[in-house]
């Protein structure tokens, strides 16, 4: 069975911390994503990997890092946070190309 | 640029009932299009995925059709349950636009016992 894992539900950090989100799937898949879902704005992607230590931006990167050292894991990064990215946080990932994205039960970060 | 619409927004009907949800996008290059599942405070479900050189994907009592011609796709939900209660989205995947997914805004979905 399909299991992204996000390592937290729930999150409260301070504006100007440095913020790490991780997420981890077990099932040897070569893409991974990070989206960002708001009342009103929908799901928009920050950035994607589509294999280790690759990585790419999405629609809205500003503000975000990522990291992929392993296949298994990405890692999203809020250099400094900020009350803006007060939000619910989604990481997905996928087999390849042609097959569905399946997503984690995502992180709602609350930055203050 | 890419969009995608969900209509309606919102939709409650008596358990039992056999339902139609509306998706539809404004570019018909897409790669594949897929419909989700989402309860309240909770991921996405992934529930059925129709490449676009397919008309139609069923699983169980869901049903999703395709037509990229026209820019619509439809999930059917089959003598609705109260479990089926949950937010439906659907997300479109551009044949030029890398990895990236289109997603529309959701039909939120109550179904009464």
């Known amino acids: 069975d399909v299991k992204v894992t996000q390592s937290s539900r729930y999150l409260v950090k301070r504006t100007g911390e440095k913020v790490f989100l991780e997420c981890v799937q077990d099932m040897d898949h070569e893409n991974m994503f990070w989206y960002r879902q708001d009342p009103g704005l929908g799901l928009r992607l920050i950035y994607f990997s589509y294999d280790v230590k690759m990585k790419e931006k999405g629609d809205i990167p500003e503000g975000y890092s990522v990291s992929r050292e392993k296949k298994e894991r990405f890692s999203l990064i809020l250099e400094s946070a900020s009350t803006n990215q007060t939000s619910m946080y989604l990481c997905?990932?996928?087999?390849?190309?042609?097959?569905?994205?399946?997503f984690g039960d995502g992180t709602r970060l609350s930055i203050l | 640029k890419q969009e995608v619409t969900q209509i309606p927004a919102a939709l409650s009907v008596p358990e039992g009932e056999n339902l139609v949800l509306n998706c539809s996008f404004t570019?018909?290059?897409?790669?594949?299009l897929q419909w989700f599942r989402q309860d309240p405070g909770k991921g996405l479900t992934s529930l059925l995925l129709?490449?676009?050189?397919?008309r139609e994907q069923t699983s169980g009592r869901l049903n999703a059709s395709l037509d990229k011609s026209s820019g619509r796709s439809t999930l059917y939900i089959a003598a609705s349950q109260p479990g089926d209660s949950a937010t439906y989205l659907c997300a479109v995947r551009q044949g030029n636009a890398g990895n990236m997914l289109t997603f529309g805004g959701g039909t939120r979905l109550m179904v009464k016992p």
């Open positions: 570019d018909s290059a897409i790669y594949n």
């Open positions: 997905a990932s996928r087999l390849s190309e042609n097959q569905p994205q399946h």
């Open positions: 129709i490449q676009s050189s397919q």
